[in-house]
């Protein structure tokens, strides 16, 4: 018989408390070695030393990924009782939840990435719309009341498929969408929108805000446009959606 959920709760407590305080109260802020140390003032090698203790038992976990060393919250998961110290979730534990590490990484760059340059992410899942078949993006863009689901780097010559990823949100009525495209990728992806929108009048209802890397300038292409021509988007168009 397990009798865990009778044992009280062991929380984490370091040394030195920057890092019981960050790792406790906001826990969101870091996943790499080196983000906990820039953000104590700790010396990286410390704060190895500081975590090492709780992948002893399993509490946590080190992943590498990318020249970076990343700290998982719940490497065997939330659902697997145990009594392991309790960590309060970090983003790496979050996007590792349905991915490989490499993926993990993949979409944890483009996070802080899109962050730093100004723009507001939802990370929870549960704060993610789906599209019509019960799949879900890995984030979506905050833009005032609206978490608008970001597709992450399609491929251009997919989109104007029947049942592409358009196809799927258009579906659920949603009134816009948020696209990350690869860096040059911007005309490709353009023409294939343009006759997605021109097969039916169905797509006409639905929006594409469109960003291209590394700068992340946005776009709208709408099919209520007659040229369906991109054109910059602005703080007040985005400000009308938010209903």
């Not at 697997?80 to 979050?94: D, K, V």
């Not at 863009?141 to 049942?163: A, E, M, T, Y």
Request: proline fraction near 5%.
């Amino acid at each position: 018989m397990n009798n865990n959920k009778n044992q009280k709760e062991n929380y984490p407590s370091f040394t030195d408390y920057r890092l019981t305080k960050l790792v406790l109260q906001d826990p969101i802020r870091c996943s790499s070695i080196y983000e906990y140390s820039f953000a104590t003032g700790i010396p990286a090698a410390n704060i190895v030393e500081e975590f090492y203790r709780y992948c002893k038992d399993a509490s946590i976990a080190f992943e590498a990924a990318d020249g970076e060393i990343f700290v998982n919250t719940s490497p065997h998961k939330r659902a697997c009782e145990h009594t392991h110290y309790n960590f309060s979730q970090n983003l790496w534990e979050i996007f590792r939840q349905s991915n490989d590490v490499e993926k993990a990484s993949r979409v944890f760059k483009i996070y802080r990435g899109m962050e730093l340059a100004g723009w507001r992410l939802e990370y929870r899942p549960q704060n993610i719309p789906m599209d019509y078949s019960g799949k879900q993006s890995e984030l979506a863009l905050k833009v005032g009341k609206l978490n608008l689901p970001l597709i992450l780097f399609p491929n251009p010559k997919s989109l104007d498929k029947k049942n592409s990823v358009l196809t799927q949100y258009a579906k659920t009525k949603l009134p816009i969408i948020s696209m990350l495209i690869e860096e040059g990728s911007l005309d490709l992806v353009l023409s294939y929108s343009r006759k997605w929108f021109l097969e039916t009048s169905a797509n006409k209802n639905l929006d594409i805000l469109i960003l291209e890397a590394p700068t992340f300038n946005p776009y709208i292409l709408s099919g209520t446009d007659g040229s369906l021509q991109a054109r910059s988007a602005t703080l007040s168009y985005l400000n009308n959606h938010n209903l």
